[in-house]
């Protein structure tokens, strides 16, 4: 159980264009999301915390115009990417908890994104 | 605000040895738990081992052990009989417990892994 599932896998978009990625709790009601992102060969940065129904909590110096999350539904949430640049090209990655506490987070596979 | 550190940026062991990664902590709270992750090429996060930090009995799971020291603010992995597969970044995270804390993750740096045939 405790499966995540995140898409698309990766993505290439042209610059200016807007790019929005999903994640998805297959088999329970994620109550808390996480969106990290993670540049080559660097660790994971968490970027916001979603909540379903809420509004994100967005980490600081992280352009919250710029990385729009929406925790519409305990199963889903989005992350989407406007108008991307090159320097948005990264490796995107959402977990998710089951608001137990001390529960591990479950991860998804991760986006690769281009911006070209 | 808690950090974690791993000062290992690379390891490396041979196959069927043991070795060991390092990761220190940095927190005010006295209850939290820690866990660590595999990230193999394949960029998919894996729980590797969680610990809680109110049992004093290192966690375990097959070759996977931990070395939690509360008081040193300490917890390393063992990984023993390596083998290829666990070849991976490895990363530290520590997690807020007390209702109302953060669930959020903290990640160390990572290790890289490398195992020898």
């Known amino acids: 159980g405790a499966v995540v599932s995140q898409h698309p896998s990766w993505v290439i978009c042209k610059s200016g264009t807007s790019v929005k990625i999903e994640c998805r709790s297959l088999?329970?009601?994620?109550?808390?999301m996480f969106w990290y992102r993670q540049f080559p060969k660097q660790s994971l940065m968490l970027m916001a915390t979603?909540?379903?129904?809420?509004?994100?909590?967005?980490e600081q110096g992280v352009e919250k115009d710029k990385f729009l999350i929406n925790h519409a539904s305990l199963t889903l949430s989005t992350l989407t990417v406007t108008s991307a640049h090159p320097e948005d090209s990264s490796f995107y990655i959402c977990s998710a908890s089951k608001g137990t506490i001390g529960s591990p987070l479950h991860f998804g596979n991760g986006t690769r994104l281009t911006v070209t | 605000a808690q950090t974690v550190t791993q000062s290992q940026p690379e390891m490396s062991v041979q196959e069927a040895e043991t070795v060991t990664l390092s990761c220190t902590y940095d927190t005010s709270e006295s209850d939290y738990y820690l866990f660590w992750y595999k990230q193999p090429p394949s960029r998919q996060m894996i729980l590797v081992i969680r610990q809680e930090a109110y049992k004093q009995q290192n966690a375990t799971e097959n070759r996977f052990s931990v070395n939690f020291q509360k008081a040193a603010k300490s917890f390393s992995l063992k990984i023993s009989d390596s083998q290829l597969g666990d070849a991976a970044m490895y990363f530290c995270?520590?997690?807020?417990?007390?209702?109302?804390?953060?669930?959020?993750?903290?990640f160390g740096k990572g290790t890289k892994l490398t195992v020898n045939p």
């Open positions: 995270a520590y997690r807020s417990s007390f209702q109302g804390g953060s669930e959020k993750l903290v």
């Open positions: 979603s909540n379903e129904g809420s509004k994100a909590t967005y």
């Open positions: 088999d329970f009601q994620a109550t808390t």
